[in-house]
T-cell receptor, first 110, second 113 residues
């Protein structure tokens, strides 16, 4: 079965700094999803990547899919306190349920 | 509002009891997925229903069961509850089996005492 490994597990950055979160799959990625979760709340959809080399941006968050490395990265530019939360990557195999990595907890200090 | 409705938001019950969690998918979505999120296990896939039929099972215990009704809402039944079943339970819905995005509800927090 497919497994997703996220790194780092947790991250503390100063407000205004850039950061990157990685998600590596044990199998070929057909669709990679990024979600954000505030502790104890629901998952908020950020982006979906489907093709190798695809890159998408939403406000100050950019995600990229490296198909050959079976890896995706999420980059936040000029972090703000509103970016704090748990970032989860999820992957599916041709219409099946999403499986998730264990998440990266981001804290932004002002 | 994501369009996926889960009720109740919070549930406190005793060990050995049985509870039912309800999920109404986003309008037009035929697939419903149930997940369990705990601090030590992360977000674990439990079961997937598509248009009333079970499509896939994940790490779902035998004490747990689910169904999807003709109006597409789904229920997750948890029985003989144990302390370790305390967790956040999410449902998600999608169209066309998931290839077009998954939308999550706000979850049900279950506390077993």
């Amino acid at each position: 079965s497919q497994e997703l490994e996220q790194s780092p597990q947790s991250l503390i950055v100063q407000e205004g700094k850039n950061l990157t979160i990685n998600c590596t799959s044990s199998k070929t990625l057909y669709g990679l999803y990024w979600y954000k979760q505030k502790y104890g709340e629901g998952l908020i959809f950020l982006m979906m990547l489907q093709k190798g080399g695809e890159e998408k941006s939403h406000e100050k968050i950019t995600a990229k899919l490296d198909e050959k490395k079976q890896q995706s990265s999420l980059h936040i530019t000029a972090s703000q306190p509103s970016h704090a939360g748990i970032y989860l990557c999820g992957a599916s195999q041709a219409g099946t349920a999403l499986i998730f990595g264990k998440g990266t907890t981001l804290s932004v200090s002002s | 509002d994501s369009g996926v409705t889960q009720t109740p938001k919070h549930l406190i019950t005793a060990t050995g009891q049985r509870v039912t969690l309800r999920c109404s998918p986003r309008s037009g979505d035929l697939s419903v997925y149930w997940y369990q999120q705990s601090l030590d296990q992360g977000l674990q896939f439990l079961i997937h229903y598509y248009n009333g039929e079970e499509r896939a099972k994940g790490n779902i215990l035998e004490r747990f069961s689910a169904q999807q009704f003709p109006d597409l809402h789904s229920e997750l039944n948890l029985s003989s509850l144990e302390l370790g079943d305390s967790a956040l339970y999410f449902c998600a819905s999608s169209n066309r089996g998931g290839g077009y995005g998954y939308t999550f509800g706000s979850g049900t927090r279950l506390t077993v005492v």
